[in-house]
């Protein structure tokens, strides 16, 4: 596990970065700092950090001059911050890496794993992608983290700023998450295909086709939609059974 800390006055900035790191198993969180002047105080050597996360634009002390001080106490240190301008700075205070935010989960996972290689030919994304489950934040109870296994999930619902989950026990879950996350997050699962801006599903879980309405086991159903048609001709062309009879 690699431990990290969590360096940044804006929440929204901390819960971007926290969704990300729920979907890599091998980042531990050991703290999160709102104030860099506690971070001052709180980390030292005994931590065993093994990556800071840290803003730059923050009250009373910069992420630049907190760096000067904690970049002794981590073996990584990555910034995050909105603007450009302090790239020049943060490579002066020895930072390993550069996040401009908003940076998408690959760009953050990317990031990762080259500061913190594997020892085989798997990435960290690929580790993500190869186990049989992830965990997530549910909304509606109040944000406990639910293990999900991809073989639950009957379908990925878009809806307005959270995705819906699907699941065959008839539950569903809402995470603060974007169809972009998602798509991210299953990499290469064949099972998995988008055939509408708004739904990714489990192809093994339709229940029917009609036309190019689809509905799932769970009585879902959708159009396909209109950019994602030829996707679904390939898709129905490739499962299809057909005769060998001559007509």
Do not use: W
């Amino acid at each position: 596990m690699l431990n990290c800390i969590i360096i940044d006055d804006e929440q929204f900035s901390v819960d971007a970065i926290l969704k990300y790191i729920e979907l890599l198993p091998r980042l531990n969180i050991l703290a999160i700092y709102n104030s860099p002047i506690k971070a001052l105080e709180c980390v030292s050597v005994e931590s065993n950090i093994d990556l800071i996360f840290m803003d730059i634009d923050m009250p009373f002390i910069s992420g630049i001059e907190l760096a000067r001080a904690l970049r002794p106490k981590t073996h990584k240190l990555i910034f995050t911050t909105s603007h450009s301008k302090y790239a020049f700075d943060a490579f002066e205070v020895e930072g390993d890496a550069y996040l401009l935010k908003p940076f998408s989960f690959s760009k953050f996972s990317t990031t990762i794993n080259r500061l913190f290689p594997s020892n085989t030919n798997t990435t960290i994304q690929d580790m993500a992608h190869e186990a049989d489950y992830f965990l997530v934040k549910n909304k509606e109870e109040d944000l406990r983290i639910v293990k999900v296994g991809y073989k639950e999930v009957i379908a990925f619902e878009s809806s307005h700023n959270y995705v819906k989950i699907h699941l065959a026990s008839n539950k569903t879950l809402t995470a603060y998450l974007t169809i972009k996350d998602i798509l991210e997050l299953l990499g290469s699962r064949n099972e998995f295909k988008q055939f509408h801006r708004a739904f990714i599903i489990s192809t093994d879980c339709i229940n029917y086709i009609e036309g190019n309405t689809i509905r799932m086991n769970n009585n879902l159903s959708f159009t396909v939609g209109e950019s994602y048609r030829e996707n679904f001709s390939f898709y129905l062309s490739d499962k299809l059974l057909k005769t060998s009879r001559k007509r």
